[in-house]
């Protein structure tokens, strides 16, 4: 099965990532240090940095969004259907 023919991940239980909120310096440190030095250490730390704050920041957003309505998410279903 070549690559281009496998089926795509199911994205839902990945969280939310962004670089948007990363100090851009650190941020433009680590791309130099991959390209000048051909070393990742500082920017694998910038990508967990923002990673595990991208995951808190989404946990803590999920947790005050109130329930879906029930009935809009029935009339939402039907109306794909």
């Not at 051909?38 to 329930?67: G, H, P």
Request: charged content about 30%; glycine content about 2%.
């Amino acid at each position: 099965m070549s690559l281009y023919a496998k089926e795509k991940p199911d994205y839902q239980f990945y969280r939310k990532f962004a670089f948007i909120d990363v100090p851009e310096q650190a941020y433009v440190e680590g791309i130099l240090g991959v390209y000048e030095f051909n070393q990742v250490d500082l920017l694998r730390d910038v990508f967990v940095w923002a990673y595990e704050r991208s995951c808190r920041r989404y946990l803590a957003i999920t947790q005050i969004m109130a329930d879906p309505d029930p009935l809009r998410i029935r009339y939402r279903e039907a109306s794909i259907l």
